[in-house]
């Protein structure tokens, strides 16, 4: 059973340019979140997807943004880079219904230079 | 944004010792979660807790939902080098798909 898988691993870009990280969930979970991780802190929300739509949204600003394809992966895209977007991008999957909660991937690492 | 507060910040401990750990909030949560992040990779849940007063244990690792529900404990008995990592509190407030707020994170270190 395969756990969440993200894509790519590591990633370098420079200000003002785009990125698209992806995500998949882990089998049998249907609602993927994403959290972004800087270096020596916790991971903070940046959204939600659940049927194909954002359920929920972070303080994060409109230069990010995602999408949940109907095989329930999703993509987080980010415009406009910033220094500041460096950090390590974590995707989490869920069941929509149930108990059980999030489950983490190992991350898309992102350097902005 | 957002983050719990949990203590220590740190932990420098030799091995075979007995690790405490806690996570408060200002807020009520209806979840804690303990998760545990190794260097490259992403957070490893350890223990899910749903309800006030919850003990639960995974092994050597031992978690408590505080009774008020703004804390959470994680212990671990009788450390062993492998238990080396950043340990995280999260906390959801509504339902399980609910957003994770995290805390500072626990770095714990185990000498031989």
């Known amino acids: 059973d395969a756990g969440v898988t993200q894509s790519p691993t590591h990633l370098i870009k420079t200000r003002g340019q785009q990125v698209t990280l992806r995500c998949s969930p882990k089998?049998?979970?249907?609602?993927v979140s994403w959290y972004q991780q800087a270096l020596g802190q916790g991971p903070q929300f940046i959204f939600q997807?659940?049927?194909?739509?954002?359920?929920q949204r972070g303080n994060f600003p409109d230069r990010f943004s995602g999408h949940q394809f109907p095989n329930y992966s999703s993509e987080l895209n980010v415009n406009a880079l910033l220094l500041g977007d460096s950090a390590l991008y974590l995707c989490?999957?869920?069941?929509?219904?149930?108990?059980?909660?999030?489950?983490f991937g190992p991350g898309t690492r992102l350097l902005v230079l | 944004g957002q983050q719990l507060n949990q203590s220590p910040q740190s932990m420098f401990i030799q091995e075979g010792e007995d690790v405490s750990m806690n996570c408060t909030s200002s807020?009520?949560?209806?979840?804690w979660l303990w998760y545990k992040q190794e260097p490259g990779e992403g957070p490893v849940l350890l223990i899910a807790?749903?309800?006030?007063?919850e003990l639960t244990s995974n092994g050597r690792l031992t978690a408590q939902f505080g009774i008020t529900r703004k804390d959470s404990f994680l212990n671990i008995s009788a450390s062993i080098p492998s238990d080396v990592g950043i340990y995280f509190c999260?906390?959801?407030?509504?339902?399980?798909?609910?957003?994770?707020?995290f805390g500072t994170g626990t770095r714990l270190q185990v000498f031989p």
């Open positions: 807020s009520i949560f209806n979840t």
């Open positions: 989490a999957s869920s069941p929509g219904q149930g108990s059980q909660t999030q489950y």
């Open positions: 089998s049998g979970h249907d609602t």
């Open positions: 999260a906390g959801q407030r509504l339902y399980n798909t609910d957003k994770l707020i």
């Open positions: 997807y659940y049927e194909e739509e954002e359920r």
């Open positions: 807790l749903y309800k006030a007063g």
